[in-house]
Nanobody, 120 residues
Framework: QVQLVESGGGLVQPGGSLRLSCAAS????????MGWYRQAPGEQRELVAR???????NYTDSVKGRFTLSRDNTKNTVYLQMNSLKPEDTAVYYC??????????????WGQGTQVTVSS
């Protein structure tokens, strides 16, 4: 079993910044891909950014140049630095991780979600 603990959401004005963190803990051999998804009211959940165990990252187009995803493999933690936030970034942000919990078996886990609200 893998637990993902998220932190860092909140209310911020347009143009402001927030930093989300997600730490994985539990019983696993290693964490493969980690990342953040978001879901706005009435919308489908969408990828924001993800990083592989080799630190290769990709971002959805709408956040490129504004968001930066980083990873600390020693802590099994990812950080999403969000700058120049816009009202359209408002959503519940979910951490997602793919974990190797037994040889040859990867499972996907989700965090509980953290609210990010961008409003004046």
């Amino acid at each position: 079993q893998v637990q993902l603990v998220e932190s860092g959401g909140g209310l911020v004005q347009p143009g402001g910044s927030l930093r989300l963190s997600c730490a994985a803990s539990g019983r696993f051999f290693r964490i493969n891909t980690m990342g953040w998804y978001r879901q706005a009211p009435g919308e489908q959940r969408e990828l924001v950014a993800r990083v592989t165990s080799g630190s290769s990252t990709n971002y959805t187009d709408s956040v490129k140049g504004r968001f930066t995803l980083s990873r600390d493999n020693t802590k099994n933690t990812v950080y999403l630095q969000m700058n120049s936030l816009k009202p359209e970034d408002t959503a519940v942000y979910y951490c997602r991780a793919s974990a190797l919990i037994r040889p040859g078996s990867f499972y996907v886990y989700w965090g509980q979600g953290t609210q990010v609200t961008v409003s004046s």
